[in-house]
């Protein structure tokens, strides 16, 4: 039952550095999303891909790309981490074809950038 | 535009008391409502989720939340709090519609005292 599995857990960066954070789902889920979790903020969207060969930004998204590679994977790229990007990143997955289905989430990768 | 707004980051219950969590949200379409619990260093769970029919939700762990249209709510509730229930929760609304983005509130810290 791994469901979505994020990697790596932790990271830590130095300004300038360039990262891809992977995601891989196993539950035949078409969205996928990406968020970031940081204190009193809640979760903010980044990117989201509603369909295999899709992808849209979400509230966040500079300083970001993503790529949806096929249906299971969904990764997220930063090119040149900067410390606002230190953050616990989160990916989710969503099935079924109607907004009423729940997201199924990660454990997450902590990131910090020097 | 959807939003969610969680009065109060941070809820204090005595072991045993009634837990009231707040979520207010806004949509321009009717909703799918979701609560979330985050344990430390995990990711999201789903507790609840509301789509369409009875208002009064049941979920996992002895929570409930109630849909109230007229007051734009979703409050959840658990009539006695254990300890095991200190956690983070997420409030989080998705449109009933193709659009496949679900939009969260900023958390509230649940803290049970013995």
Redesign the interface.
């Known amino acids: 039952n791994a469901g979505?599995t994020q990697t790596p857990k932790f990271q830590v960066l130095k300004t300038g550095q360039s990262m891809t954070l992977q995601c891989a789902q196993d539950m035949n889920h078409n969205?996928m999303?990406w968020?970031r979790q940081d204190p009193?903020?809640?979760?903010?969207?980044i990117y989201?891909s509603?369909s295999e060969g899709t992808t849209d930004k979400?509230e966040v998204p500079n300083g970001y790309n993503v790529s949806r590679l096929n249906k299971r994977e969904f990764s997220l790229r930063l090119e040149s981490a900067a410390p606002s990007q230190t953050s616990v990143y989160?990916c989710?997955s969503?099935g079924g074809d109607?907004?009423?289905q729940?997201?199924?989430?990660?454990?997450?990768t902590r990131l910090s950038i020097l | 535009a959807q939003s969610v707004t969680q009065l109060g980051s941070h809820v204090s219950v005595s072991e045993g008391a009634l837990v009231l969590l707040r979520c207010n949200y806004s949509s321009s379409v009717p909703p799918y409502l979701f609560w979330y619990v985050q344990y430390p260093n995990q990711g999201l769970q789903l507790l609840l989720k509301y789509t369409t029919g009875a208002t009064l939700v049941k979920g996992i762990n002895g929570f409930e939340a109630e849909f109230k249209k007229s007051e734009t709510s979703f409050h959840l509730t658990k009539p006695s709090a254990h300890m095991s229930d200190a956690a983070e929760y997420f409030c989080a609304v998705s449109e009933n519609s193709s659009a496949s983005k679900i939009i969260f509130g900023s958390g509230t810290r649940l803290s049970i005292r013995p």
């Open positions: 979505v969205s999303y968020y009193g903020m809640g979760l903010r969207l989201y509603a979400g989160f989710a969503r109607t907004s009423n729940p997201q199924h989430f990660g454990d997450g």
